[in-house]
């Protein structure tokens, strides 16, 4: 935007002489930087709510459990109330098999680790194993808790 003031002697640069006061040309920022402000800490709010979120599941306890860092493969969780996730994400019994096969076809280990809650029913498990390995998976492992330590599952 640009504007050219008027002066008092009526004279504007009409005639080319230059006897014009000048342009006055300025941006102004600040709304600008508010709004990013803005946006950043709506970021960081929603962004916090979003690594709270988690699924509560009982591990079993193991003496023989083992500290690992973080699993490998795909990680399949059932809850208590018989909920079934792959990956964190949601999947009805009856499109278990796909969503495996497309999570291992993203894994580069073809391992799939059961999360499952202490009271989820062994059937649901054995469903899930059989499914797995009709998607390829080659190996399973059984997430556990170690014995006296905390049974929560790890939050991701």
Do not use: C, W, Y
């Amino acid at each position: 935007m640009a504007f050219t003031p008027s002066s008092s002697q009526g004279g504007s640069d009409l005639d080319g002489t230059g006897s014009s006061d000048g342009i006055v040309a300025e941006i102004n920022i600040t709304p600008l930087t508010d709004v990013f402000l803005v946006l950043l800490i709506i970021f960081m709010v929603t962004s916090s709510v979003l690594t709270q979120m988690g699924v509560n599941v009982q591990l079993p306890q193991s003496k023989q459990a083992s500290e690992a860092a973080e699993p490998g493969g795909v990680i399949v969780t059932v809850t208590g109330q018989e909920q079934i996730m792959v990956n964190g994400a949601s999947v009805a019994r009856t499109h278990i098999e796909d969503a495996l096969r497309l999570a291992l076809s993203r894994s580069k280990d073809k391992t799939i680790v059961l999360e499952g809650d202490r009271r989820a029913v062994l059937g649901t498990v054995v469903e899930i194993m059989d499914a797995g390995k009709k998607a390829g998976a080659s190996k399973f492992a059984v997430a556990t808790a170690p014995e006296g330590g905390p049974s929560k599952a790890p939050e991701r």
